[in-house]
């Protein structure tokens, strides 16, 4: 099949725009990557100079005197919890125990428990005499009485050791540091 020779200038002028309107689009895409190279250069160069500078000014003024003073504040907690439970919470603690073992050993002591046994001879021998007291019931014997007493001491001085340890105390409130931009944290000592 044989083209006409019309046909043929018609397909050459086609080609030729065809060329051209690739060159002017590589052109355009050439200039356009330039453009874009420069201004990827001019962002960088406004970052460095004008958004670096105002970050880091703000996390000086900011963030690093409130990051310091949360970290004094928990410094200063730490150590008042630990000076209360050393000094509230375990000399309560030992004293309960001491009175528990106290009351232990004078159970076991012979005198105590004969004085108990004629202080229960007693009051049986009164029982016996008057006829509207009706006899207790067999108990288990004094060993129940003194275990339950350690536990109301042990539960008492337990109580008492954490209500001295977690009650408020204006000592215990944390002052005013100063002005948060000097930059100058004391721990107050």
């Known amino acids: 099949m044989a083209l006409s020779r019309k046909r043929q200038r018609e397909l050459k002028r086609l080609r030729r725009s065809a060329e051209e309107l690739w060159d002017e689009q590589r052109e355009a895409l050439e200039h356009a990557s330039a453009v874009l190279k420069d201004a990827r250069r001019q962002a960088a160069n406004y970052a460095r100079e004008e958004v670096a500078p105002r970050v880091r000014e703000t996390y000086d003024s900011r963030?690093?005197?409130?990051?310091?003073?949360?970290?004094?504040?928990?410094?200063?907690?730490?150590?008042?919890?630990?000076?209360?439970?050393?000094?509230?919470v375990l000399p309560s603690i030992s004293g309960t125990i001491g009175s528990a073992l106290?009351?232990?050993?004078?159970?076991?002591?012979?005198?105590?428990?004969?004085?108990?046994?004629?202080?229960?001879?007693t009051a049986s021998k009164i029982r016996g005499r008057v006829p509207f007291v009706e006899p207790p019931k067999k108990s288990a014997g004094p060993g129940r009485y003194i275990l339950i007493g350690l536990g109301v001491v042990a539960t008492l001085g337990v109580a008492y050791a954490a209500w001295q340890t977690l009650r408020a105390d204006d000592d215990l409130w944390i002052e005013d540091l100063g002005d948060p931009g000097s930059g100058d944290i004391s721990d107050g000592e």
Do not use: C, H, Q, Y
């Open 63 to 88: 963030v690093r005197p409130a990051v310091a003073t949360g970290f004094a504040a928990g410094r200063s907690a730490a150590s008042s919890a630990r000076e209360r439970f050393s000094d509230d």
């Open 102 to 121: 106290a009351l232990l050993e004078a159970a076991k002591d012979p005198r105590v428990r004969d004085i108990v046994k004629r202080a229960g001879s």
